[in-house]
């Protein structure tokens, strides 16, 4: 069936080609100078019979070199399939590589299915190509499945399934099967272990790192360029700036890789003066360098620095701007990040999804709907709506901004959909207090393939629940189905939210068992949690060992006082209640006004002392 629908496209490709030059062009390109086609009544004839060597050749050469020619070496692979001429692993390599650059996933799993009935899937070569096609797809199940089914997987196959799964964000996957590489028959090599590295990074385990750092000398690829600039990227980002330095200066060629590697290590870390010795002594200084620069500056020193280097650096792109745009987000300098925008925009500064994910995420923070409906406007314009980093960027605003049916309206459009989308939809139900829809999300999301709820989404559900009278029960089954089923652990956001639900119904003295079981009792506001939580108990014992709590890891605060006063007060006891305002006088402590924000004439602006 699917043989019909690539001679459809292959026809229609040919039709399209009106000049006979154009026709002698495409003809040459997939067959020997001799072959014609010919195209008459919108039928295009079988080519010309050649030997199978010969006729797999030429698909080989034209599949190999993509273009515009590619769905015409599909096509003629195809033919060559059904006239019975049996392909090796270099065509079946080849034409599945081709078919899955052009979307076409059904044949790809009809090629499969060809694979396993003709014995190539224990070539290395198919097998790699088949693993490659299912993670272009999102579909690593599948592809860990065909992992499996390998025979004798060779390094190369263990490496692309490990290096697929740091691609899609699932590091710890990656790292155990690092682990079952190195229990198996199979050695390691340098391509393991710089994806391993990279998923240590992004894990910022350290300790992990280093041992993967002793396994690479011990296998002596130590003094290779590549694994030393991913060993270099690991320390940076677990924080380990020493040896990032260390395994540079180790280093007999460095690379531009290399000079920018130890730069991020630095400027990442905060140590600026050492980022800015490495940038003088590079040579010659590439964008990279310099963002590397610009976006240490952003997070720790003075964005004005930031911009000055900026406006004299050589050739600035859109991360370079996209760093100081994060830096006033970040430190909540919205208005000054707008204009940053405005003029990125003056100055036809080409706009990726990020630069819009970050303005969206300031416009958010101050829930400007005008300003977050104009970004959207030019997301549109720039044709980013349909990325999943812009789109949940957009879903957090509206929700923000208390558009959840917009949120909701967009979620529902959405092609593609990762697990960051599904959370920021459900948490914008739970910050709207819809609990109906955020379980009614958290079901769907059960059910989806290849996605499974995190700690947020769990974090997001336990928030909702406490905003309704759902029973507790179940809301203890949510806590346990985290930690037992998911094998999620529970997070001080997490005990926060159950103290609170806790508190709700009078269970203060469990509240407190979970904070010791958990071993949050050392954060402040765990205790401040279950402070807060006294709305319904009057056990004043727990409420006076909370509120030591938060003392003792916070310092005196005006909450606490005033949360002891309205106890006692609620209780009857007006004498300690006077004692405590005395003392809050005495200290200078008062209660902090109520606030507010609206918006006034597409400024966000901030209302206080709401009574």
Known sequence: MHKFIIIKRARKYLLTKKHPSALRTSSHCISTSTTSLRIDNNVVDDFPQRTGLESWTNVISVLAQGGLNTELGVYEASQLLDSGYRPNEYVLFHLLRASSDLGWDTYCQQLHCYILKSG?????????????????????????????????????????????????????????????????????????????????????????????????????????????????????????????????GEMIDKDIISWNSVIAASARNGNLELAFGFLHRLPNPDTISYNEVINGIAQFGDIEDAIMILSSMPSPNSSSWNSILTGYVNRNRVPEALHLFGEMQSKDVPMDEYTFSTMLSGIAGLSALTWGMLIHSCVIKQGLDASIVVASA????????????????????????????????????????D???????????????????????????????SHTDIPFDKVSEYFESMTKDYGIKPTVEHCCSMIRLMGQKGEVWRAQRMIRELGFGSYGVVWRALLSAFGACSDLDVARISAAGVIKLEGDSDYVYVMLCNLYTSHGNWDVASVIRNFMRERGLRKEAGCSWIEVENVAAHSSNIR
């Not at 959840?404 to 910050?431: E, H, P, Q």
């Not at 829809?437 to 928030?463: G, W």
Request: glycine share 6%; net charge positive.
């Open 120 to 248: 190539f899937l224990s070539n290395v070569f198919v097998s790699t190509a088949l693993m490659g096609f299912y993670r272009k797809i999102n579909s690593l199940a599948d592809a860990h499945k065909m992992f499996v089914e390998i025979p004798q997987p060779s390094v190369v196959s263990w490496n692309s399934l490990i290096s697929e799964y740091v691609q899609s964000g699932k590091y710890r996957k990656a790292l155990n099967l690092l682990v079952e590489l190195e229990r198996s028959e199979i050695y390691a090599d340098a391509y393991s272990f710089t994806s391993a590295l990279a998923a240590c990074g992004q894990l910022g385990s350290l300790l992990l790192g280093m041992a993967i750092h002793s396994k690479i000398v011990k296998y002596g690829l130590e003094r290779g360029v590549v694994i030393a600039n991913c060993l270099i990227d690991m320390y940076g980002k677990c924080g380990s700036v020493e040896d990032a330095i260390g395994v540079f």
């Open 394 to 433: 957009l879903l957090d605003m509206y929700s923000k901004c208390g558009q959840v049916k917009i949120a909701d309206s967009m979620f529902r459009s959405l092609c593609r959909k990762n697990l960051v989308t599904w959370n920021a939809m459900i948490t914008g139900y739970a910050r709207n207090g």
């Open 435 to 465: 609990l109906t829809k955020v379980i009614e999300l958290f079901e769907q999301l059960k059910t989806v393939r290849d996605l499974k709820p995190d700690s947020v989404t769990f974090l997001n559900v336990l928030a909702a629940c």
